[in-house]
């Protein structure tokens, strides 16, 4: 159940470039919440409601968050109970946006509104009111946080996105998802066995993956819409590392052959389309550039392995590292400009992007043994897992090796996390 009034500006001007190489936080701050209707304690209240959006909007990486105390308490009554919003006033605080929300509860109904404010221009840029479920409040959270993000930097945000990935909080390795900002975890799987490199499909429906249930690498799928998980290829041996074309139409798995590891090309019931490499060495871990016309992927055909690029048909082979002495686990970013992989340097793993000329490398990591990059489906952030002697858990980092923040928590290890597409229309 959805309902609300139309933004105040269809289209988003631009206020924060956050592919900038030279990012800066936008001040925005966060008017105490009007609250119209009842509460329910321990799930919906004005404190819980604030908390909510200031630490989500605070995650993102893009904001400065001015809240609470350092907000004039007369700047706050006058919208707590005047409904009046003194922009120019805002300056004094250091503020560029004013976002200032309503919100409450009717009949197992949650309703808020918001109103996203230009100090410098003095107006009002968006506007929106929202409502549903009491029960289903992070769709609403979601929803929200995702437009006021677009408003300031021109896309949406990625709250309506999840994180796959292995842990062995039960003493097995099962599969498990979590929300971007690391509610929601639901665990997946429940075989018992080894499972291992989840990985989602183009349109969030299905997660493929490979499992040790029948005591041989098997890659199976599971479908969202269907409720069901399906065995999709079995051959003895080695199923592993699938990744999935953007299409959707085909999976490129790493299998076993009688000369080493290839990659090979499945359609979604499994049957082998093409064998795409073939060497005398090991070629595994492949990922689809976002036009779906080439693949990087891991081979020690040189002696180390190391990150090569080729064409969705196995053509034109090109190295594209030749730094470090073993690199790994190749992703392609869907903005097309850069692949991240996992290198050893200095004795540890650490997360490292390359250009696709193979002559820019940022090496985005330090502490701990970082593997397992994923990108964000904007190419805003990379999820990884970092192992310390505290433990192994799911991390996220803006895309440039800012911002890191821990996402999963709990106990057990935590690894080789998957990033969804958005799962929700704009």
Known sequence: MWGGFLPVKAHAKVYLD???????????AVLPVRWQGNIIPKSITPEIFENRITRDLWITGYFNIISGKEIPGYLSAAYTYHNQVNLARFKSVGAEFVLAPSAGVSQGVFSMEYHLYDVALRKEIAGQALKGSAKALDRIYHRFENRVIYFITGSNGV????????STR?????????????????????????????????????ISFTSYIRRNPDL??????????TLLSHQIGLNAAPAWS??????ALTMRTPSGSEIFLVNTKGKKIRQLTKSRRDDLSASWSPDGKRMAFVSNRSGRPQIYIMNADGSGVKRL????????????????????????????????????????IHVLTSIGNNQSPSWSPDGRYI????????GTKVYVMNFDGNFKRQVSRGEGKDSSPSWSPHLEKP
Request: proline letters at 5%; hydrophobic letters at 30%; glycine letters at 8%.
């Open 246 to 251: 953007p299409d959707g139409r085909h999976i």
């Open 220 to 229: 199976y799928v599971i479908d969202f819409i269907r409720g069901k998980i």
């Open 170 to 206: 039960t003493g097995n390795k099962e599969i498990y998802t979590i929300d971007f900002d690391g509610r929601n975890l639901h665990r997946v799987t429940r075989n018992g066995s080894i499972n291992l490199s989840p990985r989602w499909s183009p349109n969030g429906q299905k």
């Open 383 to 390: 999820t990884y897992s970092q192992a310390t002697r505290r």
């Open 159 to 166: 709250f309506d996105t999840k994180l796959a990935f292995v």
């Open 321 to 360: 590292t030749f730094r470090g002495t073993y690199n790994v686990a190749p992703v392609w970013s869907p903005r097309n400009d850069r692949i991240a992989y996992s290198g050893i340097i200095d004795g540890k793993f650490q997360i490292c992007t390359v250009s696709l000329d193979g002559q820019t």
């Open 18 to 28: 956050i592919y900038s190489p030279n990012i800066r936080k936008i001040n925005i």
